[in-house]
């Protein structure tokens, strides 16, 4: 939709660890017993997504993480994401080394301490934008569809084919225009984030 070349792929680092981690059966290095299962998988999505990028050719690349567990929004908000378990402790240590393969792939890896990838996401799309790049979004979280304009793009890895455009968020996916997402999540509720909703609304109602 941009032209090759003149645009950004930003990767949400944190949803692939977790699509990656639930993704393989767990794996131990037979030297140590490290766990390497998230790790394995989060490399096997991540050269998947730079061989997709590699055919439309960005000028521009880079891996956002979560850079803690607790951001702005528990200040405000202590019960956000409080119904959430703990991390798996097998794959705890395999998030640094994540960090690290990143590093060693010689992708930019962005992280900001007190917000989620997501903040920073929405920042550099924003930032970018405005420098008249084309953004292009790779995450499983839904709720970066309120990011969506006539610059940027959300591609759901595991849900869609296609980067949607703000028809496709209207159409098939909220039925609300994206500026909208924001408050139909405030209306109807996100379990996963523990955001209790207005009672009696939901999707259908």
């Known amino acids: 939709a941009f032209g090759k070349g003149n645009h950004l792929h930003l990767i949400d680092g944190s949803a692939f660890i977790f699509r990656a981690y639930h993704a393989l059966p767990p794996l131990t ?18 050269w998947g997504e730079l061989t997709h990028a590699r055919k439309e050719a960005p000028t521009h690349i880079a891996v956002i993480f979560d850079a803690g567990s607790k951001t702005f929004r528990n ?11 703990e991390l798996p402790e097998d794959l ?69 084919k296609n980067y949607l455009s703000a028809e496709d968020v209207l159409k098939s996916k909220f039925a609300v225009r994206p500026e909208q997402v924001v408050d139909y999540k405030a209306l109807v509720g996100d379990a996963s984030d523990n955001i209790p909703g207005v009672s009696g609304v939901g999707e259908k109602t």
């Open 75 to 85: 200040d405000i908000y202590p019960a956000y994401k409080a119904n959430r378990p």
């Open 29 to 46: 290095r037979k030297s140590d017993g490290m766990p390497v299962g998230a790790v394995a998988g989060f490399c096997n999505l991540l």
């Open 92 to 160: 705890r240590p395999q998030i640094g080394r994540i960090r690290e393969m990143v590093d060693v792939f010689n992708i930019p890896r962005l992280e900001m301490e007190g917000f989620e990838a997501d903040d920073v996401l929405g920042s550099v799309a924003r930032l970018a934008a405005e420098k008249g790049l084309g953004v292009k979004i790779v995450t499983g979280d839904r709720d970066l569809l309120q990011l969506v304009n006539e610059r940027t793009a959300v591609y759901l890895a595991g849900d869609d």
